[in-house]
């Protein structure tokens, strides 16, 4: 069975753009959560998504936004990039909220 | 002080060797996770534990909820084990199974 994909697997966007992150959950997982990971620190908690809804959001500003769609896949959405953002963007999947998560590979997004 | 604790930061040690990577948590929580992440940044989840303790080949890891700490075991070590390993403090907060990440410890295993 396939794992979480993610795609892209690199990026490299200018300050100011847009950039769109995709991710495939593992078949039957309806929840999925994104990450933040900058160099050198631990993961950080952005969203987690379930049935489509947002459940949970971490601290960062309203430029950061996602979706899933009904198939449980998802995008996390990033305007006006600046300088730190340039990261690896993890996506989890899970089969319920308070299930174990499996990680994707990760994007990771260079900001110039 | 961070919610989720590593120590050491950094492990050197020889193959063979019995390897502990502690982890202390701050907050309440369902369960802890303890991950590995390789360089180019997968992570593959190597267990989820809310209490007592769980073995997988040669990696053990146990947790005390009282004292809010948690241990990663690796036996007989091996230079393939050379990796980033995270733990991770999940709790269910309004509806979302948000993680808080420690550090994560560098452990070297030298042949």
């Known amino acids: 069975d396939a794992g979480v994909t993610q795609s892209p697997t690199h990026l490299i966007k200018t300050r100011g753009q847009q950039v769109t992150l995709r991710c495939s959950p593992i078949?039957?997982?309806?929840?999925v959560s994104w990450y933040q990971q900058v160099l050198g620190q631990g993961p950080q908690f952005i969203f987690q998504?379930?049935?489509?809804?947002?459940?949970g959001r971490g601290n960062f500003p309203d430029r950061f936004s996602a979706r899933q769609f009904p198939n449980y896949s998802s995008e996390l959405n990033v305007n006006a990039l600046l300088l730190g953002d340039s990261a690896l963007y993890l996506c989890?999947?899970?089969?319920?909220?308070?299930?174990?998560?499996?990680f994707g590979p990760g994007t990771r997004l260079t900001v110039t | 002080k961070n919610e989720v604790e590593q120590s050491p930061q950094n492990l050197t040690a020889q193959e063979g060797e019995f390897i502990t990577i502690n982890c202390s948590y701050s907050?309440?929580?369902?369960?802890l996770h303890w991950l590995q992440q390789h360089p180019g940044g997968g992570i593959v989840s190597l267990f989820m534990l809310s209490s007592g303790k769980k073995k997988h080949g040669r990696l053990i890891a146990t947790i005390n909820i009282q004292e809010k700490h948690s241990s990663l075991h690796i036996t007989a070590s091996h230079p393939r084990d050379s990796a980033v390993y995270i733990c991770a403090a999940g709790g269910l907060i309004q509806g979302a199974q948000k993680l808080v990440f420690g550090q994560g410890t560098r452990l070297t295993i030298n042949p």
């Open positions: 998504y379930y049935e489509k809804e947002e459940r």
């Open positions: 907050v309440g929580i369902s369960a």
């Open positions: 078949s039957g997982h309806k929840s």
């Open positions: 989890a999947s899970s089969l319920d909220i308070s299930y174990e998560q499996y």
